[in-house]
């Protein structure tokens, strides 16, 4: 199997796809074409969330603001996992999900020799890659033509919350497509405080369980299936009911 992760939209994929078809038979799965654009951090979360739940797999994720710099592309390489991705960041979250506290991570960086396009390196360079690797294998990586171990790479790391014993502070992360505001702030910090209320930014807001448990309209706080504060609304879209967006302050005050 080979996954394909991307701000691409359509119809690019579809080029990545054909590239893959002509060197492997892999089952192609789609994962997303629709993350933000040139929104590394924001790639890098939903994958976090996502991937994990594929079998063994390799996976091809082009978020990739970079693309025609001297940013380097890379593999990752976590058990039976291998994750063909430029070098911003957007593999390592993930990556580290998948390891867990026993797989090592082993990252290789990949040759690039002089792509058909400067501004289109998930079919010239992620692509191929990623056929090549499901061809030989994950376990092969070290001796795989055209990779070699990579001296150094780009460890993307959420922003940490700060927790005490008032309350919370952090930042929105993401913001889904049904407009819920999901934090960095840990679910543990609410989660003995479902049927009360906590105050965000200073204001009151009900903590439920549940979007349902408030009127349609109603702002509420709930844990998400990230494990994550988020600030949502019932039948709403949390981000407008709240003002805030990304990277925007959230302080969580009992």
Known sequence: ??????????????????????ESDARLVDVSHDFPR??????????????PYFPPAVHCIVVDPGVGTD???????????????????????VARELAGEGDAIEVFEIDVEDPESAT????????PTAAVVHETGVESLHETEGLSRADGYENL?????TVSRTGA????????????????????????????????????????????TVEPG??????????NVELAVNRGRGDEAFNVGVGERIELSY
């Open 1 to 22: 199997m080979i996954t394909l992760s991307s701000d691409f939209g359509s119809p690019y994929p579809a080029a990545m796809k054909g590239v893959i078809l002509q």
């Open 38 to 51: 040139q929104d590394v951090r924001g790639a890098a979360f939903w994958l976090r969330e996502v991937l």
């Open 71 to 93: 940013r380097a592309a890379i593999v990752v390489r976590v058990g039976e996992h291998a994750i063909v991705a430029p070098d911003n960041g957007v593999a390592l979250p």
């Open 120 to 127: 289109f390196h998930g079919r010239d360079v992620f692509a």
């Open 157 to 161: 790391a959420f922003p940490e919350p």
């Open 169 to 212: 502070s952090g930042e929105v992360l993401v913001v889904d497509g049904f407009g819920n505001a999901i934090t960095n702030i840990p679910g543990d910090a609410v989660a003995d405080r479902f049927g009360q209320q906590v105050r965000i930014n200073a204001e009151p807001v009900p903590v439920r369980r549940t979007y349902a």
């Open 218 to 227: 109603q702002r509420l706080v709930t844990v998400g299936s990230h494990g």
